[in-house]
Each structure stands twice: as structure tokens, then as C-alpha cells.
């Protein structure tokens, strides 16, 4: 796989781990380039510099793992996916400088706003 990888002019994968989980990034660097070309889809870099004067000093995430973490929620997360994504343990650190920050800067919304606390809320890119 890492031969087929160089001969495709990829970089290395960047591996994380959160709990007992492994995940392997794998950047594209051909697709990043086509996607700086054309304007349809910003990239992360796009999205990155963006987010950073709106929350950058509200939300208390690096504007690299903010933007991921804006991507990962285009579909519908739990607050315990969401922080399992960004590896951050402590419940109460997440939601006060991580949830409700995004909330207040309409970066995310909820699924069920009637109901902020319960147990099947989920949050989605807004």
C-alpha cells in the first residue's frame, strides 16, 4: 500500500488515536489541488482560515481540527462522537468550550432544538 501510495505522489498517512480506536488519515494531495481550482468545494485550508476570525477565540480548537470537525458533523453526530473525533475526555471541557460555542456562532445546530438535553441529540453542520 505504501508503495502504491509514493507512486501516486501521496504523502504519508497521518495516524490519531482515541481510546481503543486507530484512525489513518490519508490526504490526497492531486485532489487538493483540484479542489483549490475549481470553486465548487472549498478545501480545509479554505474552510480553516474562514472559521478562524469568526470562533477562533471562542471555540478552543485549533482551526485545522475545527474545520475536521465541521466536516466530520455534514452528517448528524452525538456530542460523544464529536468528542471522541477530537480525542477530548472531559464531558463538561466539551460542551462549554467546544458545543456551545459552535451553537452560539451557528456553526453547528441541533437536531431536536426543543429539546437541548436530550439524549438522542445530535448536532449538524448549519
Do not use: H
Not at 471562542?58 to 465541521?70: C, F, H, I, M, T
Amino acid at each position: 500500500m505504501f508503495r502504491e501510495m509514493e507512486a501516486a505522489g501521496l504523502s504519508d498517512p497521518e495516524y490519531r488515536t482515541v481510546e481503543f480506536m486507530v484512525y489513518a488519515m490519508i490526504k490526497n494531495q492531486k485532489w487538493v489541488e483540484n479542489q483549490k481550482a475549481s470553486t465548487s468545494v472549498p478545501s480545509t485550508t479554505q474552510i480553516s482560515t474562514q472559521v478562524t476570525p469568526q470562533v477562533g477565540t471562542q471555540v478552543k480548537l485549533e482551526p485545522d481540527r475545527l474545520a475536521s470537525l465541521l466536516d466530520f458533523c455534514s452528517v448528524p453526530k452525538s456530542r460523544r462522537e464529536m468528542q471522541g473525533f477530537c480525542g477530548i475526555k472531559t464531558t463538561e471541557y466539551f460542551r462549554k468550550n467546544i458545543i456551545k460555542p459552535m451553537l452560539n456562532e451557528n456553526l453547528i445546530k441541533q437536531t431536536i432544538p426543543d429539546k437541548p438535553n436530550s439524549r438522542l441529540q445530535k448536532y449538524i453542520k448549519a
